[in-house]
């Protein structure tokens, strides 16, 4: 039997301002199985002005299955500049893989143990995993429960089809992203490829980075397997903020395109269009769905709304508000 090769991991998170969450993340860490020959460090990296949530990281430790807990802050605002951090932390303390999760989820116990198996059998540098909703007991009015419902489904649809597509094989069609990730600490450190800090708040920085890796051909794969689990704020229920989503997401992917390809901004004439015949459909369907089709309609005019605010030259603010607590 072959000796599996050691290796050193920094499992990290970005946070700012929500303690609660982040206390129930770092508590899901304690519980998550360590794999073998494997050494792990799970690092807070707070992107705020002063540490206002060390202490919540001081109260956890030690960690129950013994795992290394760290914090730093990172006080240049915004996410890149956080995810960078985390990126040069772990390349100082010699670790092999940083992965990746978002502060408003919880990891599963067997986790790690799966994204590291994908990790072993696999030739990736990149790898991505599924994020499901994490079901919440709580009162909700008619609405959010309804986009409660709407998100979950969507988040559902979107596990499967990348099941479909993407494997340890490779990804294709599928982008890898920052709620459940992990690479070699090479793809920074020999090949070069960094989280854009020009991008400080309009999002879309692990969406490019992933595109960049594929771009200079490094093999990627998935882990369909290794789930995390988000807990989705009230705020987050909100119609409005689902708009402004789909529109700062769709702005932020449709500039990263017209910078590589100025004839895009032609698309437009053919994809507006039919988006819009796509939302009157969606709109109709309504009272015969059950309201199934209420986050359809509001992402999708979102994306309309942000190829317009592409065109003139509008950057996303989207992530300068913190969400959740």
């Avoid at 970005?14 to 519980?31: D, F, H, N, V, Y």
């Avoid at 956890?60 to 795992?67: D, I, S, W």
């Avoid at 988040?155 to 990804?171: F, I, S």
């Avoid at 920052?178 to 600490?185: F, G, K, P, S, V």
Wanted: with cysteine.
């Amino acid at each position: 039997m072959s000796t599996l090769r050691p290796l050193r991991i920094t499992v990290s998170t970005l946070t700012r301002q929500r303690p609660a969450m982040l206390a129930a993340l770092i508590e899901s860490w304690g519980k998550m199985a360590v794999p073998i020959a494997c050494e792990i460090t799970c690092l807070v990296v707070e992107n705020d002005a002063e540490p206002k949530s060390v202490g919540v990281v001081d109260v956890a430790r030690p960690l129950a299955n013994g795992v290394g807990l760290a914090y730093v802050l990172e006080t240049e605002p915004g996410i890149p500049f956080g995810r960078n951090r985390a990126a040069k932390e772990a390349i100082a303390a010699g670790s092999d893989l940083l992965a990746f999760v978002d502060d408003d989820e919880i990891v599963a116990e067997d986790w790690l143990v799966k994204l590291i198996a994908a990790y072993r059998h696999s030739e990736a540098l990149l790898i991505g995993g599924p994020l499901r909703v994490k079901e919440t007991p709580r009162k909700l009015s008619f609405v959010a429960a309804l986009m409660d419902k709407c998100i979950a489904r969507r988040y559902l649809r979107k596990e499967t089809r990348a099941a479909r597509r993407a494997d340890l094989t490779g990804t294709p069609g599928v982008t890898i992203v920052t709620n459940n990730w992990l690479a070699e600490t090479s793809v920074f450190e020999k090949h070069g490829i960094w989280f854009d800090e020009k991008m400080r708040f309009t999002g879309g920085t692990d969406s490019k980075l992933c595109a960049e890796v594929k771009a200079a051909g490094l093999p990627t794969a998935w882990a369909a397997d290794a789930a995390v689990y988000e807990e989705i704020p009230l705020e987050r229920l909100a119609i409005r903020y689902q708009f402004k989503r789909g529109r700062d997401q769709s702005s932020t992917n449709y500039t990263r395109k017209l910078e590589g390809q100025p004839s895009a901004k032609y698309n437009v004439l053919v994809s507006v269009p039919i988006k819009i015949v796509i939302i009157c459909g969606l709109v109709i369907a309504l009272p015969f769905t059950g309201g199934r089709t209420l986050l359809d309609v509001v992402r999708t005019s979102g994306w309309v709304a942000g190829r317009f605010d592409a065109l003139r030259g509008r950057r996303s603010d989207l992530y300068k508000t913190v969400t959740g607590d």
